[in-house]
Nanobody, 115 residues
Framework: QVQLVESGGGLVQAGGSLRLSCAAS????????MGWYRQAPGKQRELVAT???????TYADSVKGRFTISRDNAKNTVFLQMNSLRPEDTAVYYC?????????WGQGTQVTVSS
């Protein structure tokens, strides 16, 4: 089994910053990618950022230049540094882990940006 534990969400004013963390544990081997998705009320879950084991990064257009994804491979942890936050970034943020053909999700952490 694989467990993902997220932390770092909260309430912040527009223009502020937050840093999300997600630590993976359990039967972890051959990680393809780790990343973050988000889901706002009434909307579908969407990609925020992912990072492959080789270091390739993908960002949603809406967060490019504001968010940065990074990984600590030794600790199987992925981070999301979120700067210049906007009210439209308000959502539940989910950690995502791809191992071979399996996809695992964290429980989600709420990020609320007030205007």
């Amino acid at each position: 089994q694989v467990q993902l534990v997220e932390s770092g969400g909260g309430l912040v004013q527009a223009g502020g910053s937050l840093r999300l963390s997600c630590a993976a544990s359990g039967s972890i081997f051959s990680i393809n990618a780790m990343g973050w998705y988000r889901q706002a009320p009434g909307k579908q879950r969407e990609l925020v950022a992912t990072m492959t084991s080789g270091g390739s990064r993908t960002y949603a257009d809406s967060v490019k230049g504001r968010f940065t994804i990074s990984r600590d491979n030794a600790k199987n942890t992925v981070f999301l540094q979120m700067n210049s936050l906007r009210p439209e970034d308000t959502a539940v943020y989910y950690c995502n882990l791809e191992i071979a053909t399996y996809i695992y999700w964290g429980q989600g952490t709420q990020v609320t940006v007030s205007s």
